[in-house]
């Protein structure tokens, strides 16, 4: 009994670790995309910055030298914020617009319009509220259990069909199916490791500023 409850434990840290380690490695990757979403930070930061008159608040988004477009851009919009609302509407698209196309080129991503409010995958939402609300152990926790549960159902699944992959070709091909699924998945959690360790080996024991 003191066995099994062992391996459950170190099942457990495993299955943690996994979800710990998709956390840090895919979601930064993943993040690019909701911010061409209404929702996104940022359109939220341009909705401050043209609230407030302070375009300075979306240079975070923007390279250096794409302020200057940014701000002559913000400083027509601002000027129809009190006379001509239509006008306003669509200057204030047309500032939305540029801004995200100019902050997805800066990371490499490209611009496919804006994106409505609640466009955004849930995961992505539960990133923001953990920075919002300084809370990362609740983001970790439901990860470790969704990423967990899909490990742990994957390994179910292949390793239940490997006591019966020779008994006909239909059962060895799903066998096959599940394991391919299963290894493919592993694969793909530990690639970006390597890809890091092979790129970047120097940084491992001397780091730069």
């Known amino acids: 009994m003191e066995t099994k409850n062992k391996q459950k434990r170190n099942l457990s840290k495993i299955i943690g670790f996994f979800g710990l380690l998709i956390a840090m490695l895919l979601l ?24 407030s008159d302070n375009v300075e608040l979306v240079y975070k988004w923007i390279s250096e030298d ?10 027509k919009t601002l000027k129809y914020k009190n006379r001509d609302k239509e006008v306003y509407q669509l200057l204030e698209k047309h500032f939305l617009e540029t801004l995200v196309r100019l902050h997805r080129e800066g990371e490499g991503a490209p611009y496919t319009g804006l994106k409505p409010a609640g ?21 970790l926790n439901k990860l470790n259990k969704h990423i967990g549960k899909v490990i742990k159902e994957k390994y179910e699944k292949v390793a239940a069909l490997y006591d019966v992959r020779d008994e006909s070709p239909e059962k060895g091909r799903a066998y096959v199916a599940a394991y391919v699924d299963y290894t493919h998945t592993i694969e793909a959690i530990h690639a970006p490791l390597e890809h890091n360790e092979a790129s970047h080996p120097a940084q491992r024991t001397v780091h730069k500023h």
């Open 28 to 51: 930064p990757q993943n993040s690019f995309a909701h911010c061409d979403s209404y929702d996104g930070p940022v359109i939220q930061d341009a909705f401050k910055a043209l609230e």
């Open 66 to 75: 794409q302020e200057a477009e940014i701000t002559s851009l913000f400083n």
């Open 119 to 139: 466009s955004t995958k849930q995961i992505i939402g539960l990133t923001d509220t953990a920075i919002l609300e300084k809370d990362l152990p609740t983001l």
